[in-house]
């Protein structure tokens, strides 16, 4: 599922309505609005990022197992947004 949220302060929200499972949240900031999330030419973020859990992407992607939490109900999280390789 993909979803456009506009933001309108620091801390922009979404909200989904979904069964109970396991699920995994990669986010990014679209910042020229083309619709794609841009790399270097070495292949490094361009843009703001973030994944559930928080996970590293020092080298890659990180694994489903590192971003996966469960969702039993009522959840809410929050996710760190790195820029610039952070």
Known sequence: MRTRVPVSSLKPRACFWLPK?????VVYHDEDGDGGFDRTALGLPKEGYGFSNDAPARSG????????????GASSLSIRMRYGGS
């Open 21 to 25: 499972g396991a699920y995994a949240v």
């Open 61 to 72: 992607l990180p694994s489903f197992g590192s971003v996966r939490f469960k969702h039993e």
